[in-house]
């Protein structure tokens, strides 16, 4: 009677710890090396948490770009208020004011002074008062792409930061890598320093023009955990129009099994070390007591067949230093069974180890 019930005891067991690798039924955890764990959601959530406590709310006079929308308020002469949009040359035309007037670069401040001038020096308005607004703009844009929820183009309207640009794109998606890489294009001090001046134009007739090479743009790499976890304010760096925020895709390994104490899958941050067996079970919090260590098996794709082929590895053989640590790859289910899931992986093979869309992911810092 004992024996009946001891067997329906493993049975529950067993679907229990399949249930939960299946499904991430599991708490963050944290790992044994001392490396905080927690979820996509988890990181995202602490994003928006620092983004709202440190985003800046003042009004900035953005310089004017090709495509915006501008509206124009000259007080007491409603006729000559209007909506004008720039053109890509950087130009508007305004009634009355003979030729175009190029605005681009110019600040919606610098601009009312600008018409002011242009109206008192054409005889149109005596003592003029104008207003400019920006009223569209698209010619500020931050690419946001990569890894993030939700890729998108941001347009700065007042000083932004990075950690506002990723909290409006929705934070990082499950698969993120430990970096962001800012790209900025380079100014245009260093643009006009490759410009061929006049004299060299002229230098010689016979050659033809070449075009100078284009100066290389400024990268930025901004580390995840340091922006997140240092409490620096200097790792949220200020972004600015034309700059491209990409947040890399990193690999993810699954670690699965009766055996592991926090099964779910892993994002791969090891800043170019390899992850081995080893490192990715502390990852996961360590072996459970009723671990069968030497009867654990990597599922790896087999790029040829399309199929996963099974790697056995023997974890205390390793630990023993009697067997080579194996390096894991993206996508590697590492399956660990207990006493009670031997049978349940002979049975059921990959199919009993399925990765399903709610799996929790857990990222290390």
Not at 304 to 309: E, F, I, L
Request: proline content about 7%; some cysteine; aromatic content about 4%.
């Amino acid at each position: 009677m004992a024996v009946k019930v001891r067997r329906v005891s493993c049975r529950l067991h067993l679907q229990f710890m399949l249930a939960s690798a299946l499904w991430g039924v599991v708490l963050a955890p944290r790992a044994a090396t001392g490396q905080t764990v927690e979820t996509a959601k988890q990181t995202n959530e602490k994003i928006q948490q620092l983004a709202s406590s440190r985003a800046r709310t003042e009004p900035m006079d953005t310089p004017i770009g090709a495509g915006d929308l501008l509206h124009f308020d000259v007080f007491d002469v409603p006729e000559l208020s209007r909506d004008l949009r720039v053109t890509d040359t950087g130009d508007i035309s305004f009634p009355l004011i003979p030729g175009r007037i190029h605005v681009a670069g110019l600040t919606p401040f610098r601009l009312e002074g600008k018409m002011e001038q242009l109206l008192l020096e054409n005889g149109l308005v005596s003592h003029p008062q104008v207003s400019v607004f920006v009223k569209e703009q698209t010619s500020q844009p931050i690419s946001v792409v990569g890894a993030v929820s939700h890729p998108m183009v941001y347009q700065v309207l007042r000083p932004t930061t990075l950690l506002e640009v990723l909290s409006n794109a929705g934070g990082i998606a499950d698969d993120a890598g430990p970096d962001v890489i800012i790209t900025r294009p380079a100014s245009p001090a260093a643009q006009a320093a490759v410009a061929p001046s006049s004299s060299d134009s002229d230098a010689s007739h016979s050659d033809p023009p070449t075009d100078p090479p284009a100066p290389d743009p400024e990268v930025i790499t901004i580390h995840l955990q340091d922006l997140l976890e240092s409490g620096d304010s200097r790792y949220d760096v200020p972004v600015h129009g034309g700059d491209t925020i990409r947040v890399p895709k990193a690999g993810i390994i699954y670690i699965l099994g009766g055996g592991i104490a926090a099964p779910g899958g892993y994002v791969l941050q090891g800043h170019g070390e390899e992850i081995t067996v080893l490192k990715a079970v502390a990852l996961a919090h360590g072996l459970t007591t009723y671990a069968k260590a030497d009867s654990s098996v990597i599922l790896r794709t087999n790029p040829a067949t399309g199929k996963r082929d099974a790697i056995t590895v023997h974890i205390k053989q390793i630990e023993k230093h009697k067997a080579d640590d194996v390096v894991v790859k993206t996508n590697d289910i590492l399956y660990i069974p207990d006493s009670f899931g031997k049978k349940a992986l002979a049975r059921g093979g990959e199919s009993a180890i399925g990765v399903g869309t709610s799996l929790a992911i857990y990222r290390a810092y």
